[in-house]
């Protein structure tokens, strides 16, 4: 079973408390996505390098390059790289971009502020990377579609709200919309058991 770059953008987006990501925000994570190298690590479309055990990532056989020397890993499981790359955007070292994401301000992640910037440049060590990020974002060339290798996420991912015309409902429609509504239910369950859970 494979996933898609759009699946695995809408679970991270709910993993930092976005369960209606905009537009811009999913061709922000996919533009950057293609500039890490579109998922030569398993599960880790951001090439992140997080080494917490909880999240169980590893050098795999397939990072190769500068990516193995920077330390980039792979992950057993989908939710667990998305788990590792949200607890990253989450650690403090990038707070105006967790916040565009999060609070999906558009222009921000269009046209890059210097915060932005250097958040991005912490990320990758590239000077003009954000921007080079945002302009690709702006086109819109990236497939969403795009299928990785490996097991989806466990639930349905969470999706943003559809106008629906009730009079045409059908018995799978419903299925469906109580199937996203348990993903989401999930992904919030685990953001407020996350934000009680008493630290060290």
Same mark, same amino acid.
């Given at each position: 079973?494979? &996933? ?38 398993? &599960? ?20 190769? =390059?500068? @990516?193995? @020397? ?5 992950? #057993? ?17 990038? *707070? ?15 046209? *890059? ?15 003009? &990377? =954000? ?17 990785? #290798?490996?097991?989806?996420? @466990? ?29 989401? &239910? ?15």
């Amino acid at each position: 079973m494979t &996933y898609t770059l759009e699946q695995w953008i809408i679970a991270l987006c709910a993993a930092i408390g976005n369960l209606h990501p905009s537009k811009i925000v999913i061709a922000f994570i996919a533009a950057w996505t293609f500039r890490e190298g579109w998922g030569s690590a398993a &599960y880790n479309l951001l090439n992140t390098t997080e080494g917490n055990p909880q999240f169980g990532g590893f050098e795999g056989v397939n990072i190769q =390059g500068p @990516a193995r @020397a920077a330390g980039v890993k792979d992950f #057993p499981s989908f939710e667990q790289g998305v788990d590792a790359n949200a607890f990253v955007l989450k650690n403090g070292r990038y *707070p105006h971009l967790l916040a565009a994401i999060a609070g999906n301000r558009d222009s921000d992640l269009l046209i *890059p502020s210097q915060a932005i910037s250097d958040e991005m440049k912490v990320w990758s060590g590239g000077s003009d &990377y =954000g921007r080079a990020i945002a302009t690709l974002a702006r086109a819109g060339t990236v497939d969403l579609g795009h299928e990785f #290798p490996g097991q989806g996420p @466990a639930s349905p991912p969470v999706t943003p709200p559809v106008k629906v015309d009730v009079d045409t409902l059908t018995v799978k429609d419903i299925e469906s919309a109580f199937a996203m509504m348990e993903g989401a &239910y999930a992904a919030l369950k685990k953001l407020v058991l996350a934000a009680v859970e008493p630290k060290e």
